[in-house]
Protein backbone atom coordinates (compact mmCIF):
# COMPACT_ATOMS: atom_id res chain seq x y z
CA UNK A 1 0.00 0.00 0.00
CA UNK A 2 3.21 2.32 -0.63
CA UNK A 3 0.43 5.30 -2.51
CA UNK A 4 -1.34 6.63 0.74
CA UNK A 5 2.17 6.96 2.21
CA UNK A 6 3.45 8.41 -0.49
CA UNK A 7 0.62 10.76 -1.18
CA UNK A 8 0.91 11.62 2.79
CA UNK A 9 4.43 12.60 2.77
CA UNK A 10 3.15 14.65 -0.38
CA UNK A 11 0.71 16.45 1.49
CA UNK A 12 3.50 18.67 3.80
CA UNK A 13 4.23 20.72 1.18
CA UNK A 14 2.81 23.86 0.54
CA UNK A 15 1.09 24.43 -2.02
CA UNK A 16 1.74 27.89 -4.06
CA UNK A 17 -0.46 30.80 -3.51
CA UNK A 18 -2.04 33.01 -5.75
CA UNK A 19 -3.70 36.37 -4.95
CA UNK A 20 -5.60 36.55 -7.72
CA UNK A 21 -6.74 33.73 -10.02
CA UNK A 22 -7.13 34.42 -14.22
CA UNK A 23 -9.67 33.04 -15.83
CA UNK A 24 -9.69 32.59 -19.31
CA UNK A 25 -12.77 31.81 -21.18
CA UNK A 26 -11.92 29.43 -24.40
CA UNK A 27 -13.63 28.86 -27.71
CA UNK A 28 -16.15 26.03 -27.96
CA UNK A 29 -14.45 22.95 -27.05
CA UNK A 30 -15.52 22.20 -30.56
CA UNK A 31 -13.44 24.19 -32.07
CA UNK A 32 -10.47 24.51 -29.59
CA UNK A 33 -6.81 22.91 -30.13
CA UNK A 34 -6.00 20.91 -27.11
CA UNK A 35 -2.76 20.26 -26.02
CA UNK A 36 -1.27 18.09 -23.22
CA UNK A 37 1.46 19.08 -20.32
CA UNK A 38 2.48 16.97 -18.10
CA UNK A 39 5.22 17.48 -14.72
CA UNK A 40 5.92 13.85 -15.45
CA UNK A 41 9.24 14.70 -16.78
CA UNK A 42 8.62 13.49 -20.30
CA UNK A 43 10.60 13.32 -23.37
CA UNK A 44 11.67 12.02 -26.54
CA UNK A 45 14.37 9.42 -27.08
CA UNK A 46 16.69 12.22 -28.76
CA UNK A 47 16.52 14.72 -26.07
CA UNK A 48 18.32 15.47 -23.40
CA UNK A 49 17.16 14.08 -19.88
CA UNK A 50 15.93 16.47 -17.08
CA UNK A 51 18.29 17.52 -14.17
CA UNK A 52 17.43 17.06 -10.72
CA UNK A 53 16.10 19.95 -10.22
CA UNK A 54 15.54 21.96 -13.80
CA UNK A 55 12.95 24.01 -14.16
CA UNK A 56 12.85 23.86 -17.90
CA UNK A 57 10.80 21.92 -20.64
CA UNK A 58 11.13 19.98 -23.37
CA UNK A 59 8.74 19.95 -26.33
CA UNK A 60 7.04 17.12 -27.41
CA UNK A 61 6.09 16.58 -30.88
CA UNK A 62 2.21 15.13 -30.95
CA UNK A 63 3.17 13.01 -34.16
CA UNK A 64 6.48 11.17 -32.47
CA UNK A 65 5.22 9.64 -29.47
CA UNK A 66 8.30 7.60 -28.55
CA UNK A 67 7.95 9.49 -25.06
CA UNK A 68 10.16 8.18 -22.00
CA UNK A 69 9.85 9.38 -18.17
CA UNK A 70 12.82 11.34 -16.60
CA UNK A 71 10.99 12.19 -13.02
CA UNK A 72 13.68 11.96 -10.80
CA UNK A 73 11.04 11.00 -8.14
CA UNK A 74 10.94 7.57 -6.69
CA UNK A 75 7.67 8.05 -5.45
CA UNK A 76 4.95 7.14 -8.06
CA UNK A 77 4.00 3.88 -9.84
CA UNK A 78 5.95 3.84 -13.43
CA UNK A 79 4.64 0.64 -14.49
CA UNK A 80 1.56 1.98 -16.06
CA UNK A 81 2.83 4.67 -18.29
CA UNK A 82 5.70 1.92 -18.97
CA UNK A 83 2.70 0.18 -20.15
CA UNK A 84 0.43 2.89 -21.86
CA UNK A 85 1.62 6.31 -22.39
CA UNK A 86 -1.83 7.43 -22.27
CA UNK A 87 -1.95 6.82 -18.44
CA UNK A 88 -0.07 10.22 -18.13
CA UNK A 89 -0.32 11.82 -21.59
CA UNK A 90 -3.60 10.61 -23.42
CA UNK A 91 -3.20 11.72 -26.95
CA UNK A 92 -4.97 8.90 -28.28
CA UNK A 93 -8.32 9.56 -26.46
CA UNK A 94 -7.77 13.23 -27.80
CA UNK A 95 -7.19 11.72 -31.07
CA UNK A 96 -10.55 9.97 -30.88
CA UNK A 97 -12.26 13.04 -29.24
CA UNK A 98 -11.40 14.85 -31.90
CA UNK A 99 -12.19 12.25 -34.51
CA UNK A 100 -15.74 12.29 -32.91
CA UNK A 101 -15.81 16.33 -33.13
CA UNK A 102 -15.65 16.74 -29.50
CA UNK A 103 -12.61 18.82 -29.30
CA UNK A 104 -11.12 20.64 -32.19
CA UNK A 105 -8.12 19.69 -32.71
CA UNK A 106 -5.32 17.70 -30.80
CA UNK A 107 -1.77 20.29 -31.01
CA UNK A 108 0.56 19.56 -33.35
CA UNK A 109 3.00 20.22 -29.88
CA UNK A 110 2.98 19.34 -26.37
CA UNK A 111 5.17 20.32 -23.16
CA UNK A 112 6.80 18.55 -20.17
CA UNK A 113 8.27 19.88 -16.80
CA UNK A 114 9.64 17.96 -14.23
CA UNK A 115 7.62 17.82 -11.41
CA UNK A 116 8.11 17.32 -7.95
CA UNK A 117 10.10 20.41 -7.11
CA UNK A 118 10.58 22.45 -3.65
CA UNK A 119 11.39 25.77 -5.49
CA UNK A 120 8.78 26.62 -8.59
CA UNK A 121 10.01 30.53 -8.62
CA UNK A 122 11.46 30.02 -11.77
CA UNK A 123 8.57 28.15 -13.49
CA UNK A 124 6.09 30.90 -12.16
CA UNK A 125 8.43 33.32 -13.36
CA UNK A 126 10.48 32.35 -16.66
CA UNK A 127 9.38 28.40 -18.05
CA UNK A 128 5.98 28.55 -17.27
CA UNK A 129 5.08 32.46 -18.99
CA UNK A 130 7.88 30.60 -21.55
CA UNK A 131 6.15 27.48 -22.27
CA UNK A 132 2.38 29.29 -22.37
CA UNK A 133 3.58 31.58 -25.29
CA UNK A 134 5.27 28.54 -27.30
CA UNK A 135 2.04 26.60 -27.03
CA UNK A 136 -0.42 30.01 -27.65
CA UNK A 137 2.19 31.03 -30.75
CA UNK A 138 1.56 27.53 -31.72
CA UNK A 139 -2.59 27.90 -31.48
CA UNK A 140 -3.38 26.39 -28.51
CA UNK A 141 -6.41 27.30 -26.49
CA UNK A 142 -7.20 24.62 -24.17
CA UNK A 143 -4.58 23.04 -22.00
CA UNK A 144 -4.89 19.50 -19.77
CA UNK A 145 -2.13 19.43 -17.28
CA UNK A 146 -1.71 16.10 -15.95
CA UNK A 147 0.55 15.43 -13.02
CA UNK A 148 3.15 12.85 -12.74
CA UNK B 1 0.98 21.21 -11.86
CA UNK B 2 -1.37 23.69 -10.20
CA UNK B 3 1.38 26.60 -10.35
CA UNK B 4 1.69 25.70 -14.17
CA UNK B 5 -2.57 26.46 -14.85
CA UNK B 6 -2.03 29.86 -12.86
CA UNK B 7 0.38 30.92 -15.23
CA UNK B 8 -1.08 29.62 -18.50
CA UNK B 9 -4.53 31.01 -17.46
CA UNK B 10 -2.66 34.25 -17.10
CA UNK B 11 -1.33 34.27 -19.88
CA UNK B 12 -4.32 33.36 -21.93
CA UNK B 13 -4.97 29.25 -22.35
CA UNK B 14 -8.11 27.85 -20.69
CA UNK B 15 -6.64 25.24 -18.22
CA UNK B 16 -8.37 21.90 -16.70
CA UNK B 17 -5.79 20.83 -13.82
CA UNK B 18 -5.98 16.83 -12.78
CA UNK B 19 -4.63 16.39 -9.23
CA UNK B 20 -3.78 13.30 -7.48
CA UNK B 21 -3.64 14.45 -4.10
CA UNK B 22 -6.70 16.29 -2.86
CA UNK B 23 -4.71 18.47 -0.86
CA UNK B 24 -2.14 19.79 -3.37
CA UNK B 25 -5.01 20.82 -5.44
CA UNK B 26 -7.47 22.18 -3.10
CA UNK B 27 -4.63 24.43 -1.39
CA UNK B 28 -3.40 25.67 -5.35
CA UNK B 29 -6.73 26.40 -6.94
CA UNK B 30 -6.58 26.04 -10.43
CA UNK B 31 -8.73 28.06 -12.15
CA UNK B 32 -10.56 24.31 -13.08
CA UNK B 33 -9.32 21.16 -11.05
CA UNK B 34 -10.38 17.64 -11.37
CA UNK B 35 -9.20 15.74 -8.23
CA UNK B 36 -8.78 11.83 -9.66
CA UNK B 37 -7.84 9.78 -6.07
CA UNK B 38 -5.68 7.65 -8.32
CA UNK B 39 -2.48 5.81 -7.61
CA UNK B 40 0.50 8.56 -7.86
CA UNK B 41 1.97 8.07 -11.97
CA UNK B 42 -1.62 6.84 -12.76
CA UNK B 43 -3.26 10.33 -13.42
CA UNK B 44 -5.80 9.21 -15.94
CA UNK B 45 -6.47 6.60 -13.94
CA UNK B 46 -6.17 2.88 -15.96
CA UNK B 47 -3.51 2.11 -18.51
CA UNK B 48 -4.76 0.39 -21.41
CA UNK B 49 -8.15 1.18 -20.21
CA UNK B 50 -9.84 3.34 -22.73
CA UNK B 51 -13.50 3.80 -22.05
CA UNK B 52 -11.79 4.47 -18.54
CA UNK B 53 -9.42 7.10 -19.86
CA UNK B 54 -12.57 9.20 -22.27
CA UNK B 55 -14.49 9.60 -18.84
CA UNK B 56 -12.13 10.91 -17.15
CA UNK B 57 -11.22 13.36 -19.95
CA UNK B 58 -15.01 14.02 -20.92
CA UNK B 59 -15.19 15.22 -17.00
CA UNK B 60 -12.53 17.16 -17.43
CA UNK B 61 -13.56 18.89 -20.22
CA UNK B 62 -16.63 19.92 -18.92
CA UNK B 63 -15.13 21.86 -16.19
CA UNK B 64 -14.50 24.16 -19.29
CA UNK B 65 -18.20 25.03 -18.97
CA UNK B 66 -17.28 26.98 -15.34
CA UNK B 67 -17.77 30.70 -15.32
CA UNK B 68 -15.80 31.00 -12.01
CA UNK B 69 -12.96 28.74 -9.98
CA UNK B 70 -13.66 25.32 -9.63
CA UNK B 71 -12.76 21.97 -8.24
CA UNK B 72 -14.22 18.72 -9.01
CA UNK B 73 -13.75 15.40 -7.64
CA UNK B 74 -14.24 12.73 -10.26
CA UNK B 75 -16.72 9.74 -9.68
CA UNK B 76 -14.49 6.78 -9.47
CA UNK B 77 -11.58 6.00 -7.35
CA UNK B 78 -8.92 3.33 -7.54
CA UNK B 79 -7.10 2.52 -4.40
CA UNK B 80 -3.58 0.10 -4.42
CA UNK B 81 -5.14 -1.42 -1.08
CA UNK B 82 -6.58 -4.05 -2.74
CA UNK B 83 -4.69 -4.53 -5.06
CA UNK B 84 -2.74 -8.21 -6.54
CA UNK B 85 0.48 -9.14 -5.29
CA UNK B 86 2.66 -9.31 -8.52
CA UNK B 87 3.61 -12.79 -8.91
CA UNK B 88 6.16 -13.42 -11.29
CA UNK B 89 8.05 -16.92 -11.85
CA UNK B 90 11.53 -16.45 -11.08
CA UNK B 91 14.19 -17.03 -13.24
CA UNK B 92 16.39 -20.55 -11.54
CA UNK B 93 20.02 -20.08 -10.77
CA UNK B 94 21.85 -20.91 -13.35
CA UNK B 95 25.46 -19.91 -11.80
CA UNK B 96 26.03 -20.22 -8.18
CA UNK B 97 29.43 -18.30 -8.35
CA UNK B 98 27.94 -15.09 -9.08
CA UNK B 99 26.17 -13.08 -6.58
CA UNK B 100 22.46 -14.63 -6.50
CA UNK B 101 21.25 -10.87 -7.71
CA UNK B 102 23.69 -10.84 -10.44
CA UNK B 103 22.52 -14.23 -11.33
CA UNK B 104 18.84 -12.85 -11.39
CA UNK B 105 19.28 -9.70 -13.41
CA UNK B 106 20.58 -12.66 -16.03
CA UNK B 107 18.34 -14.52 -15.65
CA UNK B 108 15.71 -12.02 -16.42
CA UNK B 109 17.19 -10.58 -19.71
CA UNK B 110 14.97 -12.15 -21.64
CA UNK B 111 11.85 -11.05 -19.88
CA UNK B 112 13.14 -7.52 -19.84
CA UNK B 113 13.80 -7.78 -23.56
CA UNK B 114 10.38 -9.45 -24.27
CA UNK B 115 9.06 -6.18 -22.19
CA UNK B 116 10.75 -3.44 -24.19
CA UNK B 117 9.46 -5.77 -27.26
CA UNK B 118 5.48 -5.28 -25.98
CA UNK B 119 6.04 -1.90 -24.88
CA UNK B 120 8.80 0.42 -25.61
CA UNK B 121 11.07 1.57 -23.29
CA UNK B 122 9.13 3.99 -22.00
CA UNK B 123 10.14 3.68 -18.14
CA UNK B 124 12.58 1.24 -18.32
CA UNK B 125 16.81 2.12 -18.57
CA UNK B 126 18.72 4.65 -20.15
CA UNK B 127 18.51 7.65 -17.41
CA UNK B 128 22.38 6.78 -16.66
CA UNK B 129 22.95 3.38 -17.76
CA UNK B 130 21.48 0.80 -20.19
CA UNK B 131 20.21 -2.34 -19.94
CA UNK B 132 23.26 -4.29 -20.59
CA UNK B 133 25.23 -2.26 -17.56
CA UNK B 134 22.27 -3.53 -14.83
CA UNK B 135 24.58 -6.50 -14.07
CA UNK B 136 27.34 -4.21 -13.57
CA UNK B 137 25.60 -1.32 -11.44
CA UNK B 138 23.89 -3.77 -9.38
CA UNK B 139 27.37 -5.29 -8.34
CA UNK B 140 28.76 -2.05 -7.04
CA UNK B 141 25.65 -1.69 -4.69
CA UNK B 142 26.47 -5.49 -3.45
CA UNK B 143 29.63 -3.82 -2.50
CA UNK B 144 27.92 -1.11 -1.01
CA UNK B 145 25.92 -3.64 0.95
CA UNK B 146 28.79 -5.45 2.13
CA UNK B 147 30.76 -2.07 3.54
CA UNK B 148 32.37 -0.27 1.02
CA UNK B 149 31.52 3.07 1.19
CA UNK B 150 29.56 4.06 -1.67
CA UNK B 151 32.13 6.76 -3.39
CA UNK B 152 34.53 3.90 -3.83
CA UNK B 153 32.01 1.61 -4.86
CA UNK B 154 32.42 2.40 -8.90
CA UNK B 155 28.30 3.45 -8.60
CA UNK B 156 28.45 4.67 -12.33
CA UNK B 157 26.23 7.71 -11.21
CA UNK B 158 24.28 9.38 -8.74
CA UNK B 159 22.55 6.21 -6.68
CA UNK B 160 19.01 7.36 -6.89
CA UNK B 161 19.17 7.72 -10.78
CA UNK B 162 21.35 4.04 -11.26
CA UNK B 163 18.58 2.44 -9.14
CA UNK B 164 15.83 4.08 -10.90
CA UNK B 165 17.38 1.83 -14.25
CA UNK B 166 17.33 -0.93 -12.10
CA UNK B 167 14.23 -0.78 -10.89
CA UNK B 168 13.07 0.12 -14.51
CA UNK B 169 14.55 -3.01 -15.82
CA UNK B 170 12.98 -5.42 -12.93
CA UNK B 171 9.94 -3.47 -13.53
CA UNK B 172 9.82 -4.17 -17.28
CA UNK B 173 11.08 -7.78 -17.02
CA UNK B 174 7.87 -7.99 -14.76
CA UNK B 175 5.75 -6.65 -18.13
CA UNK B 176 7.38 -9.00 -19.96
CA UNK B 177 6.78 -11.49 -16.82
CA UNK B 178 2.69 -11.02 -16.96
CA UNK B 179 -0.13 -11.49 -18.73
CA UNK B 180 -1.96 -8.27 -18.22
CA UNK B 181 -0.61 -4.91 -17.03
CA UNK B 182 -0.11 -4.95 -13.13
CA UNK B 183 -1.88 -2.92 -10.92
CA UNK B 184 -0.13 -0.05 -9.57
CA UNK B 185 2.89 -0.24 -7.01
CA UNK B 186 2.43 -3.89 -7.82
CA UNK B 187 5.92 -3.98 -9.89
CA UNK B 188 7.48 -1.44 -7.40
CA UNK B 189 6.31 -3.85 -4.25
CA UNK B 190 7.28 -6.85 -6.09
CA UNK B 191 11.17 -5.34 -7.03
CA UNK B 192 11.75 -4.54 -3.04
CA UNK B 193 10.25 -7.28 -1.91
CA UNK B 194 10.22 -10.39 -4.04
CA UNK B 195 13.89 -10.09 -5.80
CA UNK B 196 17.12 -10.57 -5.00
CA UNK B 197 17.87 -7.36 -6.80
CA UNK B 198 15.90 -5.00 -4.68
CA UNK B 199 16.82 -6.70 -1.49
CA UNK B 200 20.78 -5.45 -2.35
CA UNK B 201 19.24 -2.03 -3.65
CA UNK B 202 17.47 -1.27 0.34
CA UNK B 203 20.34 -3.05 1.85
CA UNK B 204 22.87 -0.62 -0.04
CA UNK B 205 20.75 2.52 1.01
CA UNK B 206 20.54 0.91 4.54
CA UNK B 207 24.44 1.05 4.89
CA UNK B 208 24.61 4.27 3.20
CA UNK B 209 22.05 5.49 6.20
CA UNK B 210 24.06 3.85 8.92
CA UNK B 211 27.33 5.23 7.63
CA UNK B 212 26.65 8.29 8.13
CA UNK B 213 26.25 9.52 4.62
CA UNK B 214 24.00 12.52 3.91
CA UNK B 215 20.42 11.67 3.36
CA UNK B 216 20.24 13.10 -0.10
CA UNK B 217 22.68 10.69 -1.32
CA UNK B 218 20.44 7.49 -0.24
CA UNK B 219 17.13 8.69 1.01
CA UNK B 220 15.81 8.55 -2.78
CA UNK B 221 17.23 5.03 -3.85
CA UNK B 222 13.50 3.97 -2.41
CA UNK B 223 9.70 5.49 -2.95
CA UNK B 224 9.50 7.27 0.85
CA UNK B 225 7.44 4.03 2.52
CA UNK B 226 10.42 2.15 2.32
Same mark, same amino acid.
Given at each position: ???????????????????????????????????????????????????????????????????????????????????????????????????????????????????????????????????????????????????? | ???????? &??? +? @???????? #??????? $? %??? !???????????????????????????????????????????????????????????????????????? &??? +? @???????? #??????? $? %??? !????????????????????????????????????????????????????????????????????????????????????????????????????
Amino acid at each position: MPDKDVKASGERFEAESFETVAFTTPPKLSEATVAVVSTAALHHEDQTNFAATETGYRVLKNNLRDYQTGQWSPNFDSLGFAADFNTIIPLDRLDELAKQGVIGKVSDIHLSYAGSQYDLSAVRMDSGPAGAKLLKDAGVDVVLLTPV | MSTLAHVF &EQA +G @LATIALGS #IRKQIAE $A %APP !RGLWCDFPLGRPLGKPGDAAFQTRVLEHAFSLLDATEQVLEEFAERISDEDNEALSCPMPPRTNKALHPALD &EVR +G @LRPAYDRG #IALYGNR $A %ATG !RVISADEIEEALATLVRVSEGTPWTEAGIPGIPARVVQDIRGYYEVAALGLSDHIPSAWAGASWFFDETQGGKVVLNARAAMRDAGEERQNWYYMAPVDR
